[in-house]
């Protein structure tokens, strides 16, 4: 059944664009700052995330050749399982277009299963890297991608030469995935919104540690689960007041008995209103 939307706390998922040298790695970190919690690094840019160890405290994973999507998955879920807050993936490029990644691991495939035929292979490719992404959308994680952009040189004012980031190295679409997409520039470092669902940048700016602590505020202004529980509960107890016998009250304390799932400190009103619910049709039935 239809009902009424509402937006409940979330998870970051945020993608860093821009070419070599506009701050992606340096940006990320400020960020992760701000957010809290401790900071994971999957590094595939030869270990240049630890060149800012003096500005941030992280935990760093090297991730070598081939950047297969599954190695990455393996990387998070070792995220995840160490507990860390936040995770930065420098660079989710790799995934696409470095070796061993999604291009280079479909053509070998078209080559040795498909007789050439790319589009082919691309039905067993595909799967594999979107289970990359749904890792990504799914996880228990602030998460944060940076991705490179194909790099076009401009005349800018003065005959100053400018580096704009252009398309980013990933598959097609993959902004779609990330409620913030940031695209950084070379002179500057400044960031301007490509997709912004938190309408939080309207304009462009300098990315520091106060900008993850604004999206942090932004992510935790939802619904809580708790809260969300705690107003499903009422219902719930409802039902048990009203029902008619015990085969009724049974099934509506099952019901929230889901509803406060991880929420020790909800069960003893379910519990109460439940023994209250079974006297009351324990007198009834005594007194027929």
Known sequence: MFKKAERKQAKLRLALAGPSGSGKTYSALLLAMGLGGRIAVIDTES??????????DFDVLNLHAPYSPERYVDAISNAEQSGYTVLIIDSYSHEWTGSGGCLESNEKLAHQKFKGNTWAAWNETTPRHRKLTDKILTSSLHIICTMRSKTETVQGEGKKILKLGMKSEQRDGTDYE??????????????????????????????SEETGKRLL??????????????????DAIADIT????????????NAGRAIVQGFDNLKPALV?????????????RESA
Do not use: C
């Not at 070379?186 to 700016?205: C, I, V, W």
């Not at 009203?242 to 304390?253: T, V």
């Open 47 to 56: 270990g240049s995330a630890e060149l800012y160890a003096d500005i941030a």
């Open 242 to 253: 009203r029902a008619p016998d015990m085969a009724a009250l049974e099934s509506a304390y």
């Open 272 to 284: 109460a209103a439940k023994e209250i619910r079974k006297a009351e049709l324990s007198r009834a």
């Open 178 to 207: 990330f409620t913030v997409v940031l695209d950084l520039t070379h002179d500057g470092h400044t960031a301007m919104a490509s997709k912004d669902r938190t309408k939080l940048f309207d304009q462009p700016e300098l990315i």
């Open 217 to 234: 505020d932004w992510l935790n202004s939802g619904v809580s689960p708790e809260e969300r529980a705690k107003e499903l509960l009422v």
